[in-house]
């Protein structure tokens, strides 16, 4: 727990990876590390480079209040529509289970085996095959991205 001018910030961060499968009706176990921060109602939306992302709500807030500082711009305007157009809300049943939306399964191509990773401070879902493809794809460049991320930092 942080405090903050005053007021306490309970900070939540999201880390590992888990694989589990979504079954024939769009429902996903979520990983037990994950359901004990999550509220009882989050945001799942489209995520970047063909996943799902999780947000817990008072997170998700912060995101949609960020976005609507932005100037009225093409670029604002696209990106607004593609993430909150894809945007519901959702809680997880008494199995431990969240029910993605068809849309957003089709977007991700969660068919099957997928895989649940944390990110600080949301969570993605990948369909498992594309997740180990994009990890592949980009091992060989993460020294070279590090150094440029945070050389002038250290």
């Known amino acids: 727990m942080v405090e903050q001018s005053g007021a306490k910030w309970v900070i939540i961060m999201f880390m590992g990876e888990y694989n589990h499968t979504i079954d024939d009706k769009g429902r996903i176990i979520m990983p037990v590390k994950f359901r004990d921060e999550l509220t009882n109602e ?10 799902l ?6 997170s998700w807030k912060v995101i949609v ?7 009225n711009t093409k670029d604002a305007r696209s990106f607004m529509r593609f993430l909150i157009s894809g945007a519901t809300t959702v809680s997880i049943d008494k199995q431990g289970r ?10 991700a ?3 099957k085996d997928c895989s649940i990773i944390g990110v600080d401070d949301h969570i993605e879902i990948w369909n498992t095959e594309i997740w180990n493809k994009y990890l592949s794809d980009n091992e060989p460049n993460i020294s070279d991205i590090a150094d440029k991320l ?3 930092s250290l």
């Open 98 to 107: 969240v029910n993605i939306p068809i849309s957003l399964s089709s977007y």
């Open 109 to 111: 191509s969660l068919d």
């Open 65 to 71: 209040s960020h976005y609507q500082q932005l100037p």
């Open 150 to 152: 945070f050389s002038k």
């Open 53 to 58: 992302a999780i947000y817990p709500m008072d």
């Open 42 to 51: 989050f945001v799942i939306t489209r995520g970047m480079d063909c996943c």
